[in-house]
């Protein structure tokens, strides 16, 4: 930071306060897990939850680092552009809401492929869903991990590569030890724990920050342009999307963000852990409502550092964007404060990396393990056993990219996991429960369709060649100007599923279709 | 409840591997040696009765045209903003500009919508798909 070591605070503080979450939530985790024997316990909790949990539990799997420092970052820098991320974040919801979340309650029991594989060929549709699962959690995972680097860097004030790298496989060793202790059980309270520590957090901040300015937002916002190198222009849209090209990669962006998060199998998997679809609507109210608070209330806090540490100051630190709420924090409550902000971050990227593996394992064991090699002839303490060793390899896995990816520009990740998950998952969702008629090379077809194009999108896009933020800024085979595929991969992805179904002419399973149409509207079968 | 919904087929076996897609599960396995097959609604029947169809009719009239309003609201938007710099830019009160007040509209439709679904669904859909439990529960 820059006024040296001492602006970070205490790193002793910052690390005590974290180690607490750490000592509280695996005392919990332990305490509720003490049978997690069947299929049911591990992978869904034994569907116990009320709607308020697994709706609290959800805003916790949702809101990653990346939403708390990143928007608080965005909008304190670039102002209302920065803004324009939480709406879609947050309306995103009515997809889950209104098409999925109900339907897939009903149909499903521990994944995504049970839904997408209802009423089709088992083994490749479940292979194509642990695929597209096992792709988005990764890439969503590596991000997280890589900004668990840079956060280290700021609020412990550990500058070497090594003692990164350190900090990064405690965080990873920590989370596997909630996925093999907890299971779902245990990851949702830990889910639950950081999400009510995270919203009280930005909430009491936000009123704070309210109160200094008479509460007028006009006031706040007055003062947030005024110390802002972009001036009046940061109540604006436009600053970071002023050419047309950044103007398409907004749109773009906006509808991978709003399509995408019905379709994350993380998001999906939470579903399961409540008893019936009516639990499973209360869940994504309780969502909504928590998530609705917590954006305006990342409002405040951005315009707030604007306005009393200044974009300046927030982006000559160590962090950069990333540093702007905790700097806010530590202007306004001082170390303490600070203490408890970084260690929020901290149990946001911990919590939401377990969710990630928890979600990983299960579709590797449920979907490819259990379906494709065993057949379904499978044991279910023997499909937890392979469950628990995939949880330590992705855990591994995620360390190990974690360090790799430290310090790279990766947070492009995020909204390219979104919109995987909007092209190849929420198309094949939709029609399998609103489309009699769509069968199994449909599925296929839209969701390598939706996975491919985005990756190749991607491969030949600024994000990787051919500009100076890219992956290898020395190279240069850049073909497709946008940096988000969304606007091209989500259309793509529904008309591949359309054209895979009608050209095939493989009739869909009408007995199955009835079944899976009955079941996701009455809850019947359950 | 028609007698179709009561009625039951139980010459229709199922799929190989079917019911490990769907819900049912341990419970099945552990039956009460009664077959699976034959605890099983007859799920076509079901489909055709009315009351299902009447079920379907209700969920598709409201989440269809939310989905479609919310989205072209939000599309909207976000055209406006990626475009429009001129009118999202005009301050109302104060420093407080068009942009933010549309934004926090977004926020405010989230929620109304959420609330008219609820009331909706609690009202409408869930005696509707309860009827239809009852009635299949009370034909085995």
Same mark, same amino acid.
């Given at each position: 930071?820059?006024?040296?070591?001492?602006?970070?605070?205490?790193?002793?503080?910052?690390?005590?306060?974290?180690?607490?979450?750490?000592?509280?939530?695996? &005392?919990?985790?332990?305490?509720?897990?003490?049978?997690?024997?069947?299929?049911?316990?591990? &992978?869904?909790?034994?569907?116990?939850?009320?709607?308020?949990?697994?709706?609290?539990?959800?805003?916790?799997?949702?809101?990653?680092?990346?939403?708390?420092?990143?928007?608080?970052?965005?909008?304190?820098?670039?102002?209302?552009?920065?803004?324009? &991320?939480?709406?879609?974040?947050?309306?995103?919801?009515?997809?889950?809401?209104?098409?999925?979340?109900?339907?897939?309650?009903?149909?499903?029991?521990?994944?995504?492929?049970?839904?997408?594989?209802?009423?089709?060929?088992?083994?490749? @549709?479940?292979?194509?869903?642990?695929?597209?699962?096992?792709?988005?959690?990764?890439?969503?995972?590596?991000?997280?991990?890589?900004?668990?680097?840079?956060?280290?860097?700021?609020?412990?004030?550990?500058?070497?590569?090594?003692?990164?790298?350190?900090?990064?496989?405690?965080?990873?060793?920590?989370?596997?030890?909630? @996925?093999?202790?907890?299971?779902?059980?245990?990851?949702?309270?830990?889910?639950?724990?950081?999400?009510?520590?995270?919203?009280?957090?930005?909430?009491?901040?936000?009123?704070?920050?309210? !109160?200094?300015? !008479?509460?007028?937002?006009?006031?706040?916002?007055?003062?947030?342009?005024?110390?802002?190198?972009?001036?009046?222009?940061?109540?604006?849209?436009?600053?970071?999307?002023?050419?047309?090209?950044?103007?398409?990669?907004?749109?773009?962006?906006?509808?991978?963000?709003?399509? !995408?998060?019905?379709?994350?199998?993380?998001?999906?998997?939470?579903?399961?852990?409540?008893?019936?679809?009516?639990?499973?609507?209360?869940?994504?109210?309780?969502?909504?409502?928590?998530?609705?608070?917590?954006?305006?209330?990342?409002?405040?806090?951005? $315009?707030?550092?604007?306005?009393? /540490?200044?974009?300046?100051?927030?982006?000559?630190?160590?962090?950069?964007?990333?540093?702007?709420?905790?700097?806010?924090?530590?202007?306004?409550?001082?170390?303490?404060?600070?203490?408890?902000?970084?260690?929020?971050?901290?149990?946001?990227?911990?919590?939401? /990396?377990?969710?990630?593996?928890?979600?990983?394992?299960?579709?590797?064991?449920?979907?490819?393990?259990?379906?494709?090699?065993?057949?379904?002839?499978?044991?279910?303490?023997?499909? /937890?056993?392979?469950?628990?060793?995939?949880?330590?390899?992705?855990?591994?896995?995620?360390?190990?990219?974690?360090?790799?990816?430290?310090?790279?520009?990766?947070?492009?990740?995020?909204?390219?996991?979104?919109?995987?998950?909007?092209?190849?998952?929420?198309?094949?969702?939709?029609?399998?429960?609103?489309?009699?008629?769509?069968?199994?090379?449909?599925?296929?077809?839209?969701? $390598?369709?939706?996975?491919?194009?985005?990756?190749?999108?991607?491969?030949?896009?600024?994000?990787?060649?051919?500009?100076?933020?890219?992956?290898?800024?020395?190279?240069?085979?850049?073909?497709?100007?946008?940096?988000?595929?969304?606007?091209?991969?989500?259309?793509?992805?529904?008309?591949?599923?359309?054209?895979?179904?009608?050209?095939?002419?493989?009739?869909?399973?009408?007995?199955?279709?009835?079944?899976?149409? /009955?079941?996701?509207?009455?809850?019947?079968?359950? | 409840?028609?007698?179709?919904?009561?009625?039951?087929?139980?010459?229709?076996?199922?799929?190989?591997?079917?019911?490990?897609?769907?819900?049912?599960?341990?419970?099945?396995?552990?039956?009460?040696?009664?077959?699976?097959?034959?605890?099983?609604?007859?799920?076509? *029947?079901?489909?055709?009765?009315?009351?299902?169809?009447?079920?379907?009719?209700?969920?598709?009239?409201?989440?269809?045209?939310?989905?479609? %309003?919310?989205?072209?609201?939000?599309?909207?938007?976000?055209?406006?903003?990626?475009?429009?710099?001129?009118?999202?830019?005009?301050? %109302?009160?104060?420093?407080?500009?068009?942009?933010?007040?549309?934004? %926090?509209?977004?926020?405010?439709?989230?929620?109304?919508?959420?609330?008219?679904?609820?009331?909706? *669904?609690?009202?409408?859909?869930?005696?509707?798909?309860?009827?239809?439990?009852?009635?299949?529960?009370?034909?085995?």
């Amino acid at each position: 930071m820059n006024e040296g070591a001492g602006s970070t605070g205490s790193p002793v503080l910052n690390m005590l306060v974290f180690a607490g979450f750490v000592a509280i939530t695996l &005392y919990v985790v332990y305490r509720v897990s003490h049978h997690n024997k069947s299929t049911s316990d591990y &992978y869904a909790a034994g569907s116990a939850f009320s709607g308020a949990q697994n709706g609290i539990a959800i805003t916790g799997d949702y809101l990653s680092a990346a939403s708390f420092l990143g928007i608080a970052g965005a909008i304190a820098v670039h102002g209302y552009d920065g803004f324009l &991320y939480s709406i879609g974040f947050l309306v995103a919801w009515l997809v889950a809401l209104l098409l999925v979340a109900e339907l897939v309650r009903n149909t499903g029991r521990f994944t995504m492929g049970d839904v997408l594989a209802y009423r089709m060929r088992q083994r490749p @549709v479940r292979a194509a869903a642990a695929t597209s699962t096992l792709v988005i959690s990764f890439f969503y995972m590596l991000a997280q991990m890589a900004g668990a680097g840079g956060l280290v860097a700021l609020l412990l004030d550990v500058p070497g590569r090594g003692g990164q790298a350190l900090v990064i496989c405690v965080v990873g060793l920590v989370m596997i030890c909630y @996925v093999l202790v907890g299971g779902m059980k245990g990851t949702t309270w830990v889910q639950i724990i950081k999400a009510t520590m995270l919203v009280l957090c930005v909430v009491l901040m936000t009123v704070f920050l309210l !109160g200094k300015f !008479g509460f007028s937002m006009s006031a706040l916002l007055e003062e947030a342009a005024a110390n802002n190198s972009q001036g009046e222009r940061v109540l604006e849209p436009g600053t970071q999307y002023g050419t047309t090209t950044s103007q398409l990669n907004f749109i773009s962006l906006s509808l991978a963000l709003v399509l !995408g998060a019905a379709g994350l199998p993380h998001v999906l998997m939470r579903f399961y852990t409540v008893p019936d679809a009516r639990q499973a609507r209360r869940s994504v109210v309780w969502a909504v409502c928590t998530m609705a608070v917590f954006y305006l209330a990342t409002l405040v806090i951005g $315009y707030g550092a604007s306005a009393l /540490v200044g974009s300046e100051r927030i982006l000559g630190s160590t962090g950069r964007e990333n540093s702007a709420a905790p700097l806010l924090a530590f202007e306004i409550g001082g170390t303490v404060l600070l203490g408890i902000v970084s260690a929020v971050a901290f149990a946001t990227i911990l919590a939401v /990396v377990a969710g990630l593996t928890l979600t990983a394992s299960a579709s590797f064991a449920h979907d490819v393990y259990a379906t494709i090699f065993r057949r379904g002839d499978v044991e279910p303490e023997a499909e /937890v056993r392979v469950a628990r060793l995939t949880a330590v390899v992705v855990g591994v896995l995620a360390i190990i990219g974690g360090i790799l990816a430290n310090g790279q520009n990766v947070a492009f990740l995020v909204a390219l996991a979104f919109a995987f998950a909007a092209s190849a998952n929420l198309s094949t969702l939709l029609y399998s429960l609103f489309w009699p008629r769509f069968n199994t090379v449909g599925t296929l077809w839209a969701m $390598y369709g939706g996975l491919g194009s985005c990756l190749l999108l991607v491969l030949v896009s600024p994000v990787v060649s051919g500009a100076p933020t890219s992956l290898f800024p020395g190279l240069d085979f850049q073909l497709f100007p946008l940096t988000n595929p969304g606007l091209v991969s989500i259309p793509v992805s529904f008309l591949a599923g359309y054209l895979g179904t009608v050209l095939s002419g493989e009739p869909a399973d009408p007995v199955k279709q009835a079944e899976m149409e /009955v079941r996701s509207l009455t809850g019947l079968g359950r | 409840m028609t007698q179709v919904v009561h009625h039951r087929i139980t010459s229709r076996s199922r799929a190989p591997g079917g019911d490990f897609g769907g819900i049912i599960g341990e419970t099945d396995r552990i039956s009460t040696g009664i077959p699976a097959a034959q605890r099983e609604p007859d799920y076509v *029947a079901i489909r055709e009765s009315p009351e299902f169809v009447a079920l379907r009719r209700s969920f598709r009239w409201c989440v269809f045209p939310l989905a479609a %309003l919310f989205f072209l609201w939000y599309l909207t938007y976000v055209l406006l903003a990626a475009f429009a710099h001129g009118l999202m830019s005009h301050r %109302l009160v104060g420093s407080v500009t068009v942009g933010l007040v549309l934004g %926090l509209l977004q926020f405010a439709s989230t929620i109304a919508i959420t609330a008219c679904y609820v009331l909706y *669904a609690r009202r409408r859909l869930d005696p509707q798909a309860e009827a239809i439990r009852d009635g299949v529960e009370a034909g085995r």
